[in-house]
């Protein structure tokens, strides 16, 4: 079945950049997608990207995409405190179009 | 202010009582859905909906129940079937499940039954 892993923590000095992998099942994934939420709250759509994309950058952010390999990275550059997050990969597949899958989340956190 | 609200943001229940969190959107989508999260884990759909008076189950719907006799409301219920209802509960709404389908997120309920 469809499935979304993550490593479930990241932590960075902050200035430096952060890469959040993920890697998915899905071959037939259409949109990947990255979510941000933050302590007791929902979830933040951050960027996502098409699967006829390989890159894609908005800002401090960067998404590759390796179909090949179904691997999807968050790079986000100049990490800063107000990063310090959970961050969500999910796909959705052609197959279902209503349902996104999520991965478990890496919880990104900052050191001065 | 366009967005989704979701009330009360702490519920706290005993166990064999039924309780049900509200979910509203001044969004006008068409879509809802219910998620569950429990720690280091990702988001488990529960319930669904595209259109009012429509819902389909997710991965995760025993124990729960829906109703969308509104476009703006998608209450969820969760039964004293539901064996481990101790969790933090998202709903979500998209402008429809074609195109890139962004979700918009609530704050999300936390509920505790003891």
């Known amino acids: 079945g469809e499935d979304v892993e993550q490593s479930l923590f990241l932590s960075v000095r902050e200035g430096d950049s952060s890469v959040i992998n993920c890697t998915y099942t899905?071959?037939?994934?259409?949109?990947l997608y990255w979510y941000k939420q933050e302590p007791g709250a929902g979830l933040q759509l951050l960027t996502y990207?098409?699967?006829?994309?390989d890159m894609k950058q908005d800002q401090r952010l960067t998404v590759l995409l390796n179909k090949k390999d179904k691997h999807l990275s968050l790079r986000i550059a100049d990490t800063q405190t107000g990063d310090s997050a959970i961050y969500f990969c999910?796909?959705?597949?052609?197959?279902?179009?209503?349902?996104?899958?999520f991965g478990s989340g890496t919880r990104l956190s900052i050191r001065p | 202010d366009g967005g989704i609200t979701q009330s009360p943001k702490y519920l706290f229940r005993k166990e064999g009582q039924n309780v049900t969190l509200s979910c509203e959107q001044n969004?006008?989508?068409?879509?809802m859905y219910w998620y569950r999260q429990d720690p280091g884990q990702g988001l488990r759909l529960i319930y669904y909906?595209?259109?009012?008076?429509?819902?389909q189950k997710g991965d995760i719907a025993e124990g729960y129940s829906v109703s969308r006799e509104k476009k703006e409301s998608f209450p969820l219920t969760v039964t004293s079937a539901q064996k481990n209802p101790t969790a933090f509960y998202l709903c979500?709404?998209?402008?429809?499940?074609?195109?890139?389908?962004?979700?918009?997120f609530g704050p999300g309920t936390r509920l505790t039954v003891t």
């Open positions: 979500a709404s998209s402008i429809g499940a074609e195109g890139k389908n962004e979700q918009y």
């Open positions: 899905d071959s037939s994934s259409t949109y």
């Open positions: 990207i098409f699967s006829n994309m």
């Open positions: 999910a796909e959705r597949s052609y197959s279902s179009a209503s349902k996104i899958i």
């Open positions: 969004l006008n989508h068409d879509a």
């Open positions: 909906s595209q259109i009012v008076n429509d819902f």
